[in-house]
């Protein structure tokens, strides 16, 4: 499930009308399902009046001469209660459906679109304090260096929360698109962080960040200088991205007509001179 506090999750589903009525829809019902609380069937409404006149007789009261009335009012009361709590219900039931419907089906590649601009506009906000690190690469050497490096590392430690947010809402907008397995193992390879990855050409630390998501202010100065970096379009645009390399494919002609080879005549029996001609004549 999304994380519903998740700001990024949110903004990425604000760029589509449909999910944003539904959501807006979805908060009214549960907030006035929420308000109505508890009701009583109107079989239990009408025991209660019918308990509390006994209870109140037994107890020196007089019995009530409109009970029918009292009654009736209370199974009508109960009945328009009930019905609106399980009008209520459905309708809440129904959006829900509706939304896991409009994310899997609809809608997602112009979430998908809209988180991308966003990781784009992060990303150049990230560029900012890099500059102003000289080349530290921990906490201690940004101490060491001085100036304004301590300030910007620890700017860019904040930030990571807005990265982690960013690809967790990517994930969670992927995830109904395709398999949730194959989606981690897309992960595992680097490829939900950027296309065209070439693990060779990545250092150790850098790779290790990108296909864990356990994500460090390093890596994300990495990141904001690599040209690739992205949010996949679609869940299939993530998969091309593992497509194996087969090789050159190997366009040569070959001839599959069968080949009937001949059967050769029998060799012609060798004399060895023994032989003689049958005697034929009557005796």
Known sequence: MPDPNNPEFRAAWSAVPDVVHAEAQLRKLEERRKTLGDVLSPDLARRKVFNDATDALCAGAVFPDDIGKRAADAYRDALEAESEALGLSEGVNTLRNHLVYLRAHEGAETALEALGKRLAEFLAEVKKPTAELNSARSAEEAIHIGGKAPAAWKTLTEMLGTLRNIREAQFAILRPLG?????????????????????????????????????????????????????????????????????????????????????????????????????????
């Open 179 to 283: 398999d949730g397995h194959r989606l981690q193992e897309l992960r595992k390879k680097g490829h939900f962080e950027a296309a065209g990855i070439a693990p060779d050409g990545v250092p150790a630390d850098i790779l290790r960040a990108m296909t864990s998501g356990h994500y460090d202010v390093p890596y994300l100065v990495y990141l904001a200088e690599l040209p690739n970096v992205w949010v996949p379009p679609s869940f299939d645009a993530l998969e091309a991205e593992d497509i194996p390399d087969c090789g050159v494919p190997d366009d040569s002609v070959i001839d599959y007509t069968p080949r009937v080879d001949p059967i050769p005549e029998p060799p012609a029996p060798k004399r060895t001179g023994a032989e003689r001609a049958p005697d034929l004549t009557l005796k």
